[in-house]
């Protein structure tokens, strides 16, 4: 297996690296643009240690062949990928040499992050008779709008289930991010090295989330925004652990899902993951910034532990992180509290979308996030319909005052601002409009 190093240096040695460097995505699939050298410093250390690498450029500039203000800002021009020709890990004390070079602002490995899976249990195909969307006043907000095609909302999950009667022609845009070369592989389940394959779901989560976005309605209650589109981007393959399947990726590929989801026009960006902080730079922060910059929203679980840890991207500032409550409307138990948690919504035995065209009941903070998403989604809807845009600011200024608090707290550790009220979102929205 062949280690990938995630490098990125400071813009005054950018005249010392090699102009013409390809994507390492592109790369992968075809080497007819090969770079074996980076910069002089490190081409010394790799040759005295007998080590050769190819270097790949991390991210891909939207505007072929040319860097925007904004991706500059987030530093993408000047982050890289090196990837060793030969299989193993470069040794640790080489790894801290090239970190301690001047020029050099990060360097780390390829990690996996990852994330716990609510477990599914399979749904018979009927209609349920009750709708958590109630709770948020969901079908107060439909009575303004069901959304517009015009409106994306980029799942980042384990891909979807496209055959599935309740997602056909929900779909506009689908991307495979899932790519584990370099790494050990032996416990995960399913395609995980070939990323032009389509981003097929195989264990269902992608396929519960997407539902309780945009579903039909068919044999499941409507989805949270049904006439808003879906771009489906696969970051995350099964792992087994122990007797548990857990969501894993590679955080460096998540964030190249991120990039693409922006860049490809997505306005709401659903994450119904969460990462650990593991050492170095915290997971996704780059991209994220320039996702802000570009008026795309960021929403994620807040994890499913219960207690204070925070995980990522949900514990970066700018994103909106949702916690679960069960069906009485209070917090769940397993809800983590470590992020700055925006919004609770529904989250607690949700019946949506899953393999092989069935249903499922699931709980966990994945489920409470596509509500957050979907009717941010809404909110953006009925904005686009009157010919304005909101911003990121407007959305958040939108929801921390009308969400119902669950404490005497303005905002609560546990709750954030409170539980989602789409009535009086929509009613704080048409004023603004106004």
Request: aromatic share 8%.
């Amino acid at each position: 297996m062949k280690e990938h190093l995630i490098i990125k240096v400071v813009a005054d040695v950018q005249d010392q690296i090699p102009a013409q460097v390809p994507y390492w995505l592109d790369f992968i699939n075809d080497k007819t643009t090969i770079v074996e050298r980076f910069h002089p410093e490190i081409d010394k250390v790799f040759a005295a240690n007998n080590y050769k690498f190819w270097t790949t450029r991390e991210y891909k500039p939207h505007t072929r062949g040319e860097w925007s203000q904004d991706e500059m800002n987030a530093g993408f021009h000047l982050t890289y990928r090196l990837i060793l020709q030969q299989d193993g890990k470069l040794p640790d004390n080489l790894i801290q040499q090239i970190k301690q070079l001047p020029f050099v602002a990060s360097l780390r490995p390829l990690q996996i992050g990852t994330t716990e899976f609510p477990g599914e249990v399979a749904g018979a195909m009927t209609v349920v008779a009750t709708d958590p969307g109630d709770m948020i006043y969901l079908p107060y907000a439909k009575e303004w709008t069901k959304g517009v095609k015009n409106i994306r909302v980029a799942v980042l999950d384990t891909g979807a289930y496209f055959n599935h009667p309740e997602l056909e022609n929900k779909i506009v845009l689908r991307k495979n991010f899932v790519d584990l070369q370099g790494l050990d592989t032996s416990s995960f389940i399913g395609d995980v090295l070939n990323i032009d394959a389509l981003p097929e779901d195989q264990v269902g989560h992608g396929t519960h989330v997407s539902g309780i976005l945009a579903a039909k309605g068919l044999r499941m209650n409507e989805g949270v925004c049904p006439s808003c589109s879906l771009m489906v981007v696969r970051v995350l393959a099964a792992m087994k652990s122990g007797n548990r399947i857990v969501g894993a990726g590679i955080i460096d590929n998540i964030n190249n899902g991120i990039k693409w989801a922006v860049d490809n026009g997505a306005d709401v960006i659903n994450m119904s993951l969460g990462i650990k902080h593991s050492g170095g730079g915290l997971p996704h922060e780059d991209v994220v910034k320039y996702a802000l910059s570009k008026n795309v929203t960021i929403v994620a679980a807040s994890g499913n532990d219960g207690t204070d840890e925070k995980y990522y991207p949900g514990a970066l500032d700018g994103v909106f992180a949702v916690g679960a409550v069960d069906n009485t409307g209070q917090v769940t138990g397993f809800t983590s509290y470590g992020a700055n948690i925006t919004v609770v919504a529904p989250g607690s035995n949700i019946y949506s979308s899953y393999l092989n065209n069935g249903y499922a009941l699931s709980s966990g903070t994945s489920q409470a996030s596509p509500f957050v998403s979907g009717s941010v989604a809404l909110l953006k809807s009925y904005a686009y319909e009157k010919g304005k845009k909101l911003t990121h600011e407007e959305i958040n200024y939108i929801l921390r005052n009308t969400s119902d608090r669950l404490t005497s707290k303005v905002r609560d550790q546990k709750a954030g601002y409170g539980l989602l009220n789409l009535a009086d979102s929509f009613k704080l929205l048409n004023a603004i409009l106004s």
